[in-house]
């Protein structure tokens, strides 16, 4: 992989971080809480009209780590990860990333994204008309900083890539397929395998499997425990099975805060977390 000829996406964060002004700096105490972490929220509130979607939030993920993030219908889950890309601003608290070295909510969404932070939608959004390579390749391609932009051109370490991420989301036999003639759970891995591309850090998928077949769901499973292994991912959803098939630390979100935080089996048998999600 560490081809000369490979854009270093990955290499991205480190020029980023180097010339990030004061403003992102944040205090050494808090960098130190945050040590190992490539998440760090903490006390976060967002409130809509007084309303407090998040409320006082803390969530810590590990680099490497591979998080389910459960709770009924408007506990926050998505609010959470709208704050982690900058797409929404907490009121209050610290969202810090990289082992506290960037404080994310002085940083715009595309600022977010270049750190290396992905997130994928519930939706799929491929381009239909283009085939699975071509749709992998136009990912590679949006490397926001202007000079690779302009100097880029499809080499072989770049071919190789595309061919392993295709290998990866189960769609090698399908290189020359058009987007739109996919399954919707092809759709879904074929964004994800976008995601790669760019080869985010931090990964969050909101409910990735929601629509899928139970094939494509237990096939989800396995891919997104081997897309872990290089990077922290962090993954919303309802589907029960799915979230055991992974095997993750499961944390229970239920109006805004933490409810509960620990293994599958520990919070399926949390009284409160039965009362106000499993027992529904
Ligand atoms: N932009 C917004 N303006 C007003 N209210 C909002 C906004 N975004 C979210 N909310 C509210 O915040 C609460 C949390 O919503 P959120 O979408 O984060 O829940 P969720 O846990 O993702 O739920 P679901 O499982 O249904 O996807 C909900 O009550 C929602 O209506
Ligand atoms: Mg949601």
Request: proline residues 3%; glycine residues 10%.
């Given at each position: 992989m560490p081809d000369a000829d490979t854009v270093p996406a990955a290499a991205a964060p480190a020029p980023a971080n180097k010339s990030?002004?004061?403003?992102?700096r944040v205090s050494e105490a808090k960098a130190r809480l945050a040590a190992n972490t490539i998440l760090y929220v903490d006390g976060v509130t967002v409130a809509f009209d007084g309303f407090r979607a998040l409320n006082e939030l803390s969530l810590f993920i590990e680099k490497g780590e591979l998080r389910t993030i459960i709770g009924p219908n408007g506990a926050g889950k998505t609010t959470m990860m709208d704050v982690v890309t900058g797409k929404t601003r907490p009121d209050k608290g610290d969202v810090l990333f990289d082992e506290g070295s960037?404080?994310?909510?002085?940083?715009d969404e595309a600022a977010i994204a270049n750190l290396g932070i992905g997130r994928k939608f519930q939706k799929p959004t491929v381009?239909?008309?283009?085939t699975v390579f071509e749709n992998l390749e136009l990912a590679l391609k949006t490397d926001r900083r202007i000079l690779a932009t302009l100097l880029f051109r499809l080499g072989a370490a770049q071919a190789r890539r595309i061919d392993e991420t295709m290998g990866l989301i189960g769609l090698g036999d399908r290189r020359?397929?058009?987007?739109?003639?996919?399954?919707h759970g092809q759709k879904q891995w074929l964004e994800i395998g976008m995601l790669l591309m760019q080869e985010p850090q931090l990964l969050l998928l909101d409910e990735?499997?929601?629509?899928?077949?139970d094939h494509e769901t237990e096939a989800t499973a396995e891919m997104l425990l081997d897309i872990a292994r290089e990077r922290s991912v962090i993954v919303v959803e309802h589907d029960m099975e799915f979230v055991r098939r992974l095997g993750a630390k499961v944390t229970v979100l239920h109006e805004g805060s933490v409810l509960a935080e620990g293994s599958i089996d520990y919070v399926q048998n949390d009284a409160r977390v039965i009362e106000v999600y499993l027992g529904r």
């Open positions: 990030r002004g004061r403003n992102t960037v404080d994310l909510t002085r940083l381009f239909e008309h283009l020359s397929a058009r987007a739109g003639t996919l399954s990735p499997v929601a629509g899928m077949t």
